[in-house]
């Protein structure tokens, strides 16, 4: 879509669930309300035509959560073929933890939110909004957008390193959007002393305007 100029911008916000805001089981810092209204006001403003929010909607025995494997939490392990973190067990299909953050607004510029699920086959994990981590299985936000005459994305949310990184990359390389990230509207994990500095890199080779990058 790049060069097809009328613009057209939608705001994706990724996983900003309970479970991994301040008090969940896979809990990213400085996700408390102060941050939740943050997101809110995006939501809300007139800078975007359509808002998507990913879930992550995963069945109780997924391959990624470590007490599947009697693993180590924040172990490696493979999952699909690819590496994997071996996360603690989060975003429960039905469970409260799943749900988005209390006092999350779901009413953008031209009506309510649109929410696309990921990672419900237990067999590969899901960091990207668009596609599982074998890009075998869509979970229709492409389709969303591209019904939309959407040209522009920004894309924040949780976190910043693995599911907002991964989302961006696809919007730019695969869905050849014209993609920002709003930094500062994002929380990361940063596990490792450098994954801060990487996620920058990553980012901006593949294209990705980033901004606010000193506001978290």
């Not at 995963?58 to 494997?69: D, K, L, V």
């Not at 009413?107 to 599982?132: A, I, L, N, Q, W």
Request: hydrophobic letters at 40%.
């Amino acid at each position: 879509m790049k060069g097809t100029y009328q613009m057209k911008k939608a705001l994706i916000v990724v996983d900003l669930q309970k479970d991994f805001c301040v008090g969940g089981s896979l809990a990213v810092a400085e996700t408390g309300e102060i941050y939740v209204n943050q997101v809110s006001d995006l939501i809300e403003s007139d800078d975007y035509e359509e808002v998507a929010l990913t879930q992550d909607w995963h069945p109780a025995n997924h391959g990624s959560f470590a007490e599947t494997h009697g693993a180590e939490v924040y172990s490696m392990g493979e999952l699909g073929g690819q590496p994997q973190v071996m996360w603690p067990t989060h975003c429960v299909q039905d469970t409260d933890g799943a749900e988005f953050a209390d006092n999350l607004s779901f009413e953008g510029k031209h009506g309510p939110v649109t929410v696309f699920y990921k990672g419900m086959d237990p067999d590969v994990d899901s960091y990207s909004g668009f596609y599982d981590n074998n890009k075998s299985n869509s979970s229709g936000l492409s389709e969303f957008l591209i019904e939309n005459e959407i040209t522009d994305v920004d894309v924040c949310g949780l976190a910043t390193d693995y599911c907002v990184k991964f989302t961006a990359l696809d919007a730019a390389a695969i869905e050849n959007l014209n993609v920002t990230v709003l930094w500062g509207a994002s929380r990361g994990v940063f596990m490792n002393d450098g994954d801060r500095q990487q996620t920058l890199a990553d980012l901006e080779a593949a294209g990705v305007l980033v901004v606010g990058y000193d506001q978290a």
